[in-house]
T-cell receptor
Framework: DVKVTQSSRYLVKRTGEKVFLECVQD?????MFWYRQDPGLGLRLIYF???????EKGDIPEGYSVSREKKERFSLILESASTNQTSMYLC??????????????FGDGTRLSIL | KQEVTQIPAALSVPEGENLVLNCSFT??????LQWFRQDPGKGLTSLLL?????REQTSGRLNASLDKSSGRSTLYIAASQPGDSATYLC????????????FGTGTRLKVLA
């Protein structure tokens, strides 16, 4: 079974802090994703990485950056946390197998509160 | 612009009932559609993935259908159980050239014992 592990289930930080959210997958997947989930808005894509050191902006990248130095790890960075970044953050991974459809696999999420 | 809608937002049914959850999308040109389950405070669990060339997929008591021409997918749950209580989300991948998925906001299902 695919395992996607997010380093923290709950996190409380202060406005202006630099915040790191970590995600690790154990199945050698090429693609990795960071979403945030808010009531009434559903899941929105922040960034995705299609392979090591590769990244592309999603729909709401402002205020965030990412790092993918190793295949198994995808980090989301809040450069200067603000209260409107309080949310549930979900990481996902997916195998890239040309010519086939592969499902996304999600971690359990990090509920981040910015005070 | 592709939009994905799930109606109703919430549903309560008695145990044992067969039920259908709906997912609608505005652009019929999709690459695949995936159904997920989300338990409270948890991440998403993949249930079924339907490729654009398929009409349905089955896994145990779950059956997902896809009608691209009408912009609809349904998730059929047979003989529902209290353990099926969760939020069910669908997500559309518009084309093979994009890694993006567009998610609906989900249907919160409660199966009453």
């Amino acid at each position: 079974d695919v395992k996607v592990t997010q380093s923290s289930r709950y996190l409380v930080k202060r406005t202006g802090e630099k915040v790191f959210l970590e995600c690790v997958q154990d199945m050698d997947h090429e693609n990795m994703f960071w979403y945030r989930q808010d009531p009434g808005l559903g899941l929105r894509l922040i960034y995705f990485s299609y392979d090591v050191k590769m990244k592309e902006k999603g729909d709401i990248p402002e205020g965030y950056s990412v790092s993918r130095e190793k295949k198994e790890r995808f980090s989301l960075i809040l450069e200067s946390a603000s209260t409107n970044q309080t949310s549930m953050y979900l990481c996902a991974s997916r195998r890239l197998l040309l010519g086939t459809n592969q499902p996304q696999h999600f971690g359990d999420g990090t509920r981040l509160s910015i005070l | 612009k592709q939009e994905v809608t799930q109606i109703p937002a919430a549903l309560s049914v008695p145990e044992g009932e067969n039920l259908v959850l709906n997912c609608s999308f505005t652009d019929s040109a999709i690459y695949n559609l995936q159904w997920f389950r989300q338990d409270p405070g948890k991440g998403l669990t993949s249930l079924l993935l339907i490729q654009s060339s398929q009409r349905e997929q089955t896994s145990g008591r779950l059956n997902a259908s896809l009608d691209k021409s009408s912009g609809r997918s349904t998730l059929y749950i047979a003989a529902s159980q209290p353990g099926d209580s969760a939020t069910y989300l669908c997500a559309v991948r518009p084309s093979p050239g994009t890694y993006k998925y567009i998610f609906g906001t989900g249907t919160r299902l409660k199966v009453l014992a």
